[in-house]
């Protein structure tokens, strides 16, 4: 990539032979030159740098040796530290090998490599092992410029069939035209995208991009250079050069994006929609990322903190150590079933020269996915696979050093993920987000896209699953609900027994009420207190019968008046919440007495039993913080007289909640007061017996919804109509679902009344203060994450759903 400005201006030529149209959305690809750490730039470190303004950074450069070898990567920590952040932000990260060098153009080392077999597999072969060791998206090859088209396709068609063949990018810096050698790019067709080293005026633009056109490079692919290193590069420049690339390209290529003269506001406000996640090749998740992670062992012979956590926490200077001996394994929970199609492995320098990738449904019956024997390298990623499992393990089976099996990162992506039934016992919000508000006026509203059926006198229907629960922290109540109207959803009992549902209603008036019917029969009436106004709340609750397991048909029909409802579940009444969830414990007896099997249901066959030793624990990874009161133990004959029942946010801290000195085996009930937890665990202080510690079943138990942490906060700046203090709010957004601007239209606003915006954890993304005579705000949402958005008006509130 050349530094210097170029000063050669051509005529402009005549575009009347190509057509060109708007493409979609453009990419932005940057340049990020390996020198900039510590130099005198404006942009000197990858936290700088704003991912949201570009699809592609290419990192440069790495340059190869006449024989094809590749010695490293300068800076290879900031090349790590930029694809974390850039993956995090859905951006592509490539490597780009080459660069202007002091022999090009016709003495490069490429002249070279291009002409011997073996330098040509020895840098294909160093480009695909970067690609692994640094996690990259790609290649961007910078050859400036090929002397030869044969020597051009000798090494860049087995290097793009290489990437390809990965699943990976392969791209290139091109010359702008003939006159650079730009004929010796020959086969084009492989690339990914062309990075048009384009960095004169606007007329050297038009003929570049008309030169390229005529190569038969297509739209999307061709991205128009534009130098940032130079001050006399200016706004009014990029503006121009960025409305070229609206009609005649797919994007803009900059370099560099380290100097400080550049504006990418101006380039990134004339472009308008920027393809997310790199156009058509979004960068893949790593599902294992921050999920929880259990292991066989932990290295004990260090002061440095080596737990399993370390292995999905999205850093390569943390790992997991085991202890020193073979058949050690560490696992991490995807919290639902995937299709898995790759694992990626980075090894420490103690690793397994021969394991398996195993995964699970349950976490207790594995089932191999691959096997690697005679591994030699510390970082494996394995593709093609063809597995599906909420559980992925890493089974180490031989260790290549004395010292055990010690992971940096632990990868898994997947491309769909596998619906689940809810556990049956396990508390779960109905499916279905209330959709009835603003239905009480006229009927102004329009039903939305993912109901089944259209607004009917009142009457919805959906399956969609939401948890309605997750709604409620935004400060905002779900639905404006009327006399006559109902809502159906259906109900997957998976457990015989007998259930609750429970709704958070407002209490505004005497009298009202509504019921509930099951599979066509009442099961019972609900009153609602009359000892508030419309932003007061209450918990009210109805028991069904015994049911048998099966699909129901819930419906809750309002028998009289409007009042507000905020959020309803359907939970067990006796739910352990430990069932069959991550299990970890301090040892294990012998094989068949595992500690998952503690927590799989089963209280009379199975069972975990510890070591021959007082300090033994066994705990519960409950998957999400939760509102605990009460652990039920079931002992075995071999139990504890002293033990603590402990409870911790984040599997480091530990506060006991019950201390037992006194323990008589048996069945244990502990109650406590309620406490935020996600692990559970039983500290073993002294046994009962020489044996071990040995649990039938270890139970974990929610408390009862608290009002006083759900209790929706006082709504601001809301209309009434003068008599009952009632808000009289309609709001309408279209379109929905959404992609670039989301218009939202409003009525009985008053001048400064607040509208918000949340997403469906709570969390408020979007405020604005509503002017006293407009009825209409657009609103730009294409930086947005994808997912489901609850627009907020006082007490009133739609869904959009943001693709």
């Known amino acids: 990539m050349q530094k210097i400005k170029l000063l050669f201006l051509f ?4 575009l009347s032979g190509a057509t060109f149209a708007q ?7 940057g340049y990020y030159p390996s020198w900039v750490a510590g130099g005198n730039y404006y942009i000197n470190s990858p936290s700088k740098v704003d991912y949201s303004k570009y699809t592609h950074i290419c990192y440069a450069f790495a340059i190869p040796g006449n024989d094809g070898n ?6 290879a920590s900031t090349l790590r530290d930029l694809v974390t952040r850039g993956h995090a932000a859905n951006v592509k990260v490539l490597l780009s090998i080459g660069g202007w060098l002091s022999s090009s153009p016709s003495n490069t080392p490429f002249e070279s490599i291009s002409t011997n077999t073996t330098a040509i597999n020895n840098m294909v072969n160093a480009c695909a092992n970067l690609v692994t060791q640094y996690n990259l998206d790609g290649i961007d090859l910078d050859w400036e410029y090929p002397t030869t088209k044969a020597r051009w396709n000798a090494l860049a068609v087995p290097l793009g069939n290489r990437l390809h063949s990965m699943g990976k990018l392969f791209t290139a810096a091109v010359s702008e035209s003939a006159d650079n050698n730009g004929n010796n790019y020959d086969n084009v067709t492989m690339l990914d995208l062309v990075n048009i080293m384009c960095y004169g005026g606007d007329a050297l633009a038009s003929s570049s991009m008309a030169y390229w056109t005529s190569r038969g490079v297509p739209q999307n692919k061709r991205m128009l250079g534009v130098p940032f290193y130079s001050a006399d590069n200016n706004s009014a420049e990029h503006i121009r050069k ?3 690339a609206k009609t005649t390209a797919g994007g803009i290529m900059i370099w560099d994006i380290a100097s400080e003269y550049g504006d990418i506001n101006a380039i990134y406000s004339t472009l308008g929609n920027v393809c997310q996640g790199g156009g058509n090749n979004p960068v893949p998740q790593n599902l294992a990322s921050g999920k929880p992670a259990t292991a066989s062992t932990t290295e004990a012979n260090t002061t440095t903190s080596v737990v399993a956590a370390n292995v999905t926490d999205g850093s390569y200077g943390t790992r997991w150590s085991s202890a020193f001996a073979d058949s050690q394994w560490v696992s991490v929970d995807l919290g639902a079933v995937y299709d898995i199609n790759r694992v990626k492995i980075t090894w420490e320098a103690a690793y397994a020269s021969a394991y398996r990738i195993e995964v699970s449904t349950d976490g207790s019956v594995w089932n191999r996915a691959k096997s690697v024997t005679g591994n030699t390298s510390l970082v494996n990623d394995n593709t093609g696979l063809t597995a599906s499992g909420r559980y992925v393990r890493i089974f180490g089976v031989t260790r290549a050093t004395t010292y ?11 491309a769909t993920a596998v ?7 396990t508390k779960w919000a109905i499916p279905g987000k209330i959709e009835a508000e603003n239905y009480d006026n006229g009927g102004e509203g329009v039903a939305y896209h993912d109901l089944t059926s259209a607004n009917q006198g009142g009457q919805y229907r959906t399956t969609e699953a939401v948890d309605l629960e997750s709604c409620t922290e935004g400060g905002y109540n779900l639905s404006y609900v009327q006399a006559g109207e109902w809502f159906e959803y259906t109900v997957n009992v998976a457990t015989a027994g007998t259930y609750t549902l429970q709704a958070r209603v407002a209490t505004n008036a005497a009298g009202k009420s509504f019921h509930i019917e099951l599979d066509g029969q009442t099961i019972g009436t609900i009153a609602i207190p009359n000892t508030g106004d419309w ?4 918990t009210v609750s109805v028991t069904t019968p015994a049911l048998t397991a099966g699909t129901k048909v819930l419906r809750i029909v309002v028998d009289n008046a409007e009042f507000n409802l905020n959020w309803i579940s359907f939970t067990s009444a006796a739910d352990n919440i430990a069932l069959n969830k991550t299990i970890t414990a301090s040892s294990v007896e012998e094989a068949g007495f595992e500690a998952y099997k503690a927590f799989d249901g089963n209280a009379t066959t199975t069972r975990w039993s510890s070591a021959y030793t007082d300090n033994e624990w066994i705990a519960a990874d409950l998957g999400s913080v939760q509102s605990v009161s009460r652990v039920v133990l079931k002992w075995e004959n071999a139990y504890a007289t002293a033990y603590r029942i402990e409870t911790s946010t984040d599997n480091v801290t530990w506060t006991a909640q019950k201390t037992v000195t006194a323990g008589a085996g048996g069945t244990e009930d502990l109650s406590f007061p309620a406490v935020s937890a996600r692990y559970v665990r039983m500290q073993g202080v002294q046994r009962a017996t020489p044996y071990g510690y040995s649990i039938w079943e270890f139970e974990v138990y929610t408390a009862a919804p608290a009002l006083a942490a759900r209790k929706t906060a006082a709504l601001p700046n809301t209309v009434t109509d003068g008599t009952d203090g009632k808000p009289r709010f309609s709001l309408g957004v279209s379109p929905n679902p959404a992609t670039n601007i989301l218009t939202v239209q409003y009525k009985g606003a008053a001048a400064q009344s607040l509208l918000k915006v949340y997403s469906l954890t709570g969390r408020e993304v979007y405020q604005s203060r509503l002017g006293g005579n407009a009825n209409q705000l657009q609103i730009d949402i294409s930086k947005w994450p994808k997912g489901i958005y609850i627009i907020s008006l006082g007490n009133t509130s739609k869904k959009v759903v943001v693709e």
Request: aromatic share 12%; with cysteine.
């Open 11 to 14: 005529t402009l030529l005549t």
């Open 23 to 29: 493409v979609s959305c453009y990419n932005i690809v």
């Open 70 to 75: 590749i010695g490293g990567v300068d800076g």
């Open 242 to 244: 960025a409305n070229l």
């Open 404 to 414: 055990g099996i010690s992971i940096y990162e632990l990868e898994v992506y997947g």
């Open 419 to 425: 619906a689940q039934t809810p556990y049956g016992g």
């Open 535 to 538: 932003q007061t709340w209450s």
